[in-house]
């Protein structure tokens, strides 16, 4: 018998006595050790969540293992199988901020999980001496069909985000806890806004150089949402309970999109490809990988969320620390806590680009050289390229900068950054990087 085995033999025992249930567990000090360590093994599932639903699961087969003998293999099998009962259809729903709705022409279905809604308003036919008809919209069709509920247009555009249907709508359907697909939204939208920025990064605004951003007169919404329904429901309910079991906003979310409507729509292809896989990670079984490829994994998707801060500094023209992030996104994915980390960055970049023949290896050394010293410089000497650049330049130079606009797009023939080549092409390196990366 092993260590786990006996601790669960013992919390069984407890329970069987009356000394822990699930109104005092708080209390033992053995509990604690034993959720402690089932939390470890828990976590690693596809498919769980930790607030009272779980309790109740758990004490319901506590108290069943007083009965029936189980192991602790056992115990984990039984409470697995009772959380995936807990999965429902979850659609995180994402305003795309700034993509010109008008180059949408209808709903474009990117995969059975991802469809790209255009913000159709809703369609009423009045009729002399009757009610009106309110024929539905694509997204709404989708919500009814998809998660067995009704959106609420009005309620979302009246409570919570006036501003919410300005731009395009994305939407990812995930079976899953709703919970874990809330917990986990956060980094999926991230992903999704830093996705379309990397594959737009060495294109052209639309709108003769200037983008949609500038000219638009609609307000970016601030808001995305996750909305799921109760557990076994397989059809739209009748009357008040049709409005859904419930939903997540979250709030204070405002990125831009400042690119080209017509790149972004044009690279659908690759943008879905990366995409599913990230999302498919956020809620992988982590039983069936090596420890190896979970850091790897979880290294990777870091990378998004680093990219996208390292965007928006790039955006406000803070090129220092858009560099410092490049170089760790960098290393983060090729280089090991040891050894000489910019000799070893070169040979494993060199190395993986050799295949794909991107980028040659004079290009890799130069740009990863010059980064490094100004990377060092900046460091240890807090002398960077913004004590020449932004500090120097005039104070209505700054009216135009917003986080998000695209970096080096808008930036005029004077006060031009000295090392602004060398920071461009180290995006390029970090954004083929990231596409390209074999994690497992």
């Known amino acids: 018998m092993n260590n786990k085995d006996k601790i669960l033999e013992q919390i069984i025992f407890d329970v069987q006595k009356g000394y822990i249930s699930i109104h005092n567990y708080h209390d033992s000090k053995k509990f604690r050790i034993f959720i402690r360590e089932l939390s470890i093994d828990i976590e690693k599932l596809s498919k769980y969540t930790f607030d009272g639903r779980f309790e109740k699961l758990l004490f319901d087969i506590l108290n069943d293992a007083t009965k029936n003998h189980v192991t602790y293999n056992d115990f984990i099998y039984l409470l697995k199988s009772k959380l995936e009962e807990l999965s429902v259809p979850c659609i995180i729903i994402i305003p795309l901020n700034y993509i010109d709705d008008r180059e949408l022409k209808n709903t474009i279905q990117l995969s059975n999980n991802i469809v790209l809604f255009k913000t159709d308003k809703p369609c009423i036919k009045y009729r002399l001496f009757r009610e009106p008809i309110k024929y539905d919209t694509p997204l709404e069709k989708y919500f009814k069909e998809k998660a067995y509920k009704l959106l609420l247009r009005d309620h979302i555009e009246t409570a919570k985000d006036r501003n919410f249907f300005n731009f395009p709508i994305l939407t990812i359907l995930v079976n899953n806890v709703d919970s874990r697909v809330i917990n986990e939204s956060g980094r999926i939208v991230e992903t999704v806004y830093a996705l379309i920025r990397m594959l737009d990064f060495e294109k052209e605004l639309d709108e003769c150089g200037w983008g949609y951003f500038f000219h638009s007169k609609l307000h970016p919404a601030g808001t995305y949402g996750v909305y799921y329904n109760k557990e076994g429901t397989k059809e739209l309910p009748i009357d008040t309970e049709a409005n859904g079991y419930g939903y997540s906003m979250r709030f204070k979310f405002q990125p831009i999109l400042d690119v080209s409507t017509q790149n972004f729509l044009s690279s659908l292809y690759k943008f879905e490809n990366i995409l599913?896989?990230?999302?498919?990670?956020?809620?992988?079984?982590?039983?069936?990988?090596?420890?190896?490829?979970?850091?790897?994994?979880?290294?990777?998707?870091?990378?998004?969320q680093m990219f996208n801060n390292a965007y928006e500094f790039a955006s406000t023209e803070r090129y220092d620390s858009t560099l410092l992030l490049l170089l760790t996104i960098l290393e983060s994915l090729f280089v090991k806590n040891t050894g000489n980390k910019k000799e070893n960055l070169i040979l494993a970049l060199e190395d993986f680009f050799q295949e794909k023949k991107v980028f040659d290896g004079n290009f890799i050394r130069i740009n990863i050289e010059q980064a490094y010293k100004s990377r060092n410089k900046y460091v240890h000497e807090g002398v960077g390229v913004e004590n020449e650049y932004v500090y120097s330049k005039?104070?209505?130079?700054y009216q135009g900068i917003y986080p998000g606009m695209k970096p080096f797009a808008h930036i005029g023939l004077y006060h031009y950054p000295s090392n602004i080549e060398n920071i461009k092409n180290l995006f390029r390196i970090a954004i083929e990087s990231i596409i390209n990366y074999k994690e497992i």
């Open 276 to 304: 599913t896989k990230y999302i498919s990670y956020c809620f992988m079984d982590k039983t069936k990988f090596s420890e190896k490829q979970l850091v790897k994994i979880s290294k990777w998707q870091n990378t998004f």
């Open 394 to 397: 005039p104070l209505n130079s």
